[in-house]
C-alpha cells in the first residue's frame, strides 16, 4: 500500500509541497534497561510532583488531602510501576 500524502499550500507562493507520513515501525520491540527504567521513574516523578498538586486543588475532589500526602502517593505509585 503507498505512503499517504497531505498536501501544504504555502500561501506566500501558491506552491504545493507533499509531505510523505511516516508509517509506524515494525521492528522488534528492545526491551527498557534497568538503567533507562529507573531515569524514565525519575522523570515521570518530577513532572507528577510538579504539576498533579495544582491538578488536584483545581479539581477539587480531593482537597481535603494535604500536598504532601498527594507527594507521598505519587512516590508509592512510581514505586509500584517499577516493580511490575
Given at each position: ?21 511516516k508509517?509506524?515501525?515494525?521492528a ?25 498538586w ?15 500526602g ?8 512510581v ?6
Amino acid at each position: 500500500m503507498p505512503t499517504k500524502k497531505h498536501t501544504l499550500s504555502n500561501d506566500s507562493d501558491d506552491e504545493v509541497a507533499t509531505k510523505k507520513v511516516k508509517k509506524a515501525s515494525t521492528a522488534t520491540p528492545v526491551k527498557w534497561t534497568p538503567e533507562e527504567e529507573a531515569i524514565f521513574a525519575e522523570l515521570a516523578e518530577g513532572i507528577l510532583k510538579k504539576h498533579l498538586w495544582d491538578a488536584v486543588k483545581a479539581d477539587g475532589r480531593l482537597v481535603h488531602r494535604k500536598a504532601n500526602g498527594i507527594y507521598m502517593r505519587i512516590g508509592t505509585m512510581v514505586k509500584k510501576m517499577i516493580k511490575s
